[in-house]
């Protein structure tokens, strides 16, 4: 799933993803990618249509004239064919008359609100009494918790609460008399089909553009206020600068305002059990997780005394406990200080299974003894610990301002990342193994999924939000699972155009033969979590939609396929899976891949292809996710799970090996839209041996679950694809293109 997509899920800073939590994806292609070719404005009432210029005219002029094309006036003939030739002047054919009824209208009379449109009058107004109570002239709210999670409960959903806009990437802004939302391109038509007409869209995600809207909303000596406790600490400074000189006051209010207006309907907090995962399913004990983050401090050149966790996957990770408190991520709210002899672990204690709890304080008392204290005590047990003669490590990224702001500077150790986020990237041999087995049951249940569509759909019987079902149904039937990894993506025709669409009941399309479809869905099982996209056409696709999709195909396969040096920065080698689109200048307005982790999150950091992600290293594990979006029309996304490995190299420069990626993702691609001619020779050879090992790994497991149709559906799709001429008269020419790129891009390799 895109990031971030957030895509990502770069052209962006780090500063300006965090500050809409962007880069936690996310999707999702969760991931903010090269800046997109920005699209027309989407509350644009027309758009054009891919016609020939035969067609095209036909229609124009049947539109311009009210009549058909025969038995017309001459003199309105004439008058058609101007206005025509006066569009075709201007690069473009007149609008056509059909309005989209998808999308708000705030400039009509009155404004035109799609059903999807949330009425947010009597939140807003509930809002701002509550602001002028606390002198506060306006309010921020951002999308994440004061954990920075990407997904979150919906008890934090403060965003979707007040706006209606439910997109995990977005900020809003409240004064008295005016309301924005800023989100990235992800969101934009999402955006204009929830807000009301009480809102602004801001499209873009720069802090400095918030901090101008304010300054004109807002005059001299007005208090801008937010909760501390949702912000990371960039955002802070950045908001901080933006308003620097001004004349307004950034003020922190930890009273949180929505929350106080929300009052009692807001949603109660999670309660169900947190427990310890089977240790079959763990790459080492907890015990042992904490002797090497010690290990960690004793080597540091700071000589921390403890290490501050803020991020849920990070307590998760080195406690081996799993929870349910966020949707699609079995993790639970927490915090853990964990200094040279003392463990503390801050969470609702109630909520602890009783094996659990045995775990963590077998070896009381000790430096081994987990010692558990509630959640809300944190602030003041960090408080008191600051007081005494230590240093306290934490990462910037996972860490809010309001948790910061308590430790004096000279107390502080920074990184952008904890060594626990670090250490939870890189997967030992047996999280390897155990993710790659897990995936071989996911790709049974896609296999099942594919062959039933293309059985239903031809007979009209299936939506959006019913393959979305039955997805989910073919997973849960798989050994180990615990639900999706996110709420799937089911998307066709025009939706798919949208990165991170998900369908409702009773607002779905109908998958039909005639239309692209696109499904994004993943797994969470106990051995790892899985997200895979497979894009898909039962019938003719038109030349763009078979070029397009076999051209992110190639990138998929160019990164996948890929061989570079070590310590290689992500963002250093991403345009591999862009350069088949650029070639003929097209591109995605997301990012490239995102890290996943072994049953957690499945938009996993710092791992991934953006500006601010550590090196690629052997065993961390990455999405690989190009596409390509057609707004109102289509969306093409080819997504798999992919192993940093050793590549085996003829030579060996430098003491450490090559790298390369091993893909994990086991479904094979759809044929119908696969244009040979456009591939070269090696890829070709790709494919052909990525088919070998699906057919090696998933076969007998198909077979052993007596799946013998889904056994023969997948013989059939994954023959080899023939080495043919014109693949192999391109061979030569795209060798020496990714030779080209690659020279280019490594100049300035170790980032």
């Keep these: 799933m895109s990031s971030s997509m957030l895509g990502d899920k770069a052209g962006h800073s780090m500063v300006q993803q965090d500050s ?43 539109v311009l004239l009210g009549t058909p094309r025969v038995a017309m006036h001459p003199l309105r003939w004439i008058t058609a064919c101007v206005l025509l030739l006066h569009g075709c002047a201007m690069g473009q054919l007149p609008p056509t008359a059909s309005a989209r009824t998808d999308i708000r209208d705030c400039s009509m009379d009155p404004p035109y609100l799609p059903p999807t449109a949330i009425n947010t009058t009597a939140q807003l107004a509930a809002l701002r009494d509550t602001m002028r109570a606390h002198g506060v002239q ?18 934090d959903s403060r965003l979707g609460w007040l706006t209606g806009f439910t997109g995990s990437a977005g900020t809003a802004v409240v004064t008295q008399d005016k309301a924005a939302l800023w989100t990235d391109s992800r969101y934009w038509t999402q955006a204009e089909r929830q807000l009301d007409c009480n809102w602004e869209l801001q499209r873009t995600t720069w802090i400095e553009s918030i901090g101008l809207w304010i300054q004109e909303a807002v005059p001299v000596g007005g208090n801008i206020s937010l909760d501390p406790f949702l912000f990371s600490i960039d955002t802070w400074n950045s908001y901080s ?72 996957e990070e307590t998760a990770w080195l406690f081996n406990l799993r929870g349910d408190d966020i949707p699609y991520n079995p993790v639970f709210y927490s915090y853990t200080l964990l200094t040279n002899t003392t463990i503390s672990l801050f969470l609702n204690e109630t909520r602890l ?91 049974v249940a896609v296999i099942q999924y594919l062959l039933w569509l293309e059985k239903m759909v031809p007979q009209g019987q299936v ?129 490239t891949g995102h890290g996943i982790g072994n049953f957690l999150s499945v938009h996993e950091w710092p791992v991934g292809f953006q500006s601010n992600n550590v090196p690629l290293t052997a065993g961390m594990f990455t999405s690989i996710e190009p596409g390509y979006y057609r707004d109102g029309e289509f969306g093409i996304r080819i997504e798999d799970i992919a192993l940093v490995v050793e590549a085996q190299t003829k030579h060996q420069s430098g003491e450490e090996p090559f790298l390369t990626f091993e893909v994990v993702s086991l479904v094979p691609y759809d044929r119908n839209l696969i244009d040979l001619s456009l591939l070269s020779l090696e890829q070709i050879q790709y494919l052909n041996t990525y088919y070998e090992t699906i057919r090696a790994r998933v076969g007998p497991e198909l077979q052993r679950q007596q799946l013998e149709e889904e056994y023969h559906w997948l013989q059939r799709n994954t023959e080899p694809f023939p080495l043919g001429s014109a693949a192999a008269a391109t061979a030569t020419l795209g060798t020496l293109a990714l030779a080209s790129l690659l020279s280019a891009l490594l100049s300035g390799l170790q980032a």
């Design 241 to 312: 600068q933006a308003l620097h000189g001004s004349g307004r006051t950034l003020l922190p209010i930890e009273t949180n305002l929505v929350d106080e207006v929300w009052g009692d309907q807001r949603p109660l907090p999670a309660s169900g059990e947190i427990y310890s995962l089977p240790t079959e399913f763990t790459g080492s004990s907890w015990q042992e997780k904490v002797a090497g983050i010690r290990q960690q401090m004793g080597q540091h050149v700071r000589r921390p005394t403890a290490v501050l966790l803020s991020g849920l």
């Design 138 to 155: 306006a309010y921020i709210v951002p999308s994440t918790d004061a954990h920075m999670n990407e997904y979150i409960a919906e008890r």
């Design 463 to 591: 939506d959006e939000f019913s393959g979305a079902q039955h997805i989910d149904a073919f997973r849960q039937a798989q050994e180990h699972n615990r639900g999706p990894s996110f709420q799937s993506i089911s998307a066709s025709g025009l939706n798919a155009a949208l990165a991170h669409y998900s369908p409702s009941n009773g607002s779905s399309r109908k998958l039909s033969v005639d239309e692209m479809y696109l499904s994004d869905t993943g797994g969470q099982y106990l051995d790892g979590t899985t997200d895979i996209t497979r894009t898909m056409h039962w019938g003719v696709p038109t030349p763009l939609q078979k070029e397009a999709y076999t051209r992110v195909l190639m990138g998929n396969i160019d990164l996948s396929r890929l061989v570079f040096p070590p310590n290689t920065a992500g963002r250093t080698v991403e345009s591999f899976a862009r350069r088949a689109l650029w070639d003929v200048g097209l591109n995605y307005g997301h990012g």
């Design 20 to 62: 809409l939590s962007m880069h936690r994806t996310t999707t999702h292609p969760h991931l903010l990618g090269p800046p997109p070719r920005i699209p027309p404005p989407l509350g644009q009432r027309h758009r054009r249509r891919d016609l020939s210029p035969k067609a095209g005219a036909g229609l124009m002029l049947s």
């Design 353 to 443: 299974a009783a094996a659990a709890r045995q775990s963590l304080q077998a070896e009381c008392p000790g430096p081994l003894c987990v010692e558990l204290l509630q959640y809300e005590q944190a602030s003041t047990h960090l408080l008191h610990y600051a007081q005494g003669n230590v240093t306290i490590w934490l990462g910037t990224e996972y860490t809010t301002y309001g948790l910061y702001s308590i430790i004096p500077q000279e107390k502080l150790l920074e990184d952008s990342y904890s060594p626990v986020m670090l250490a939870k990237a890189v997967k030992n041999p047996k999280e390897q193994e155990l993710l790659r087995a897990a995936h071989v049951r996911d790709a």
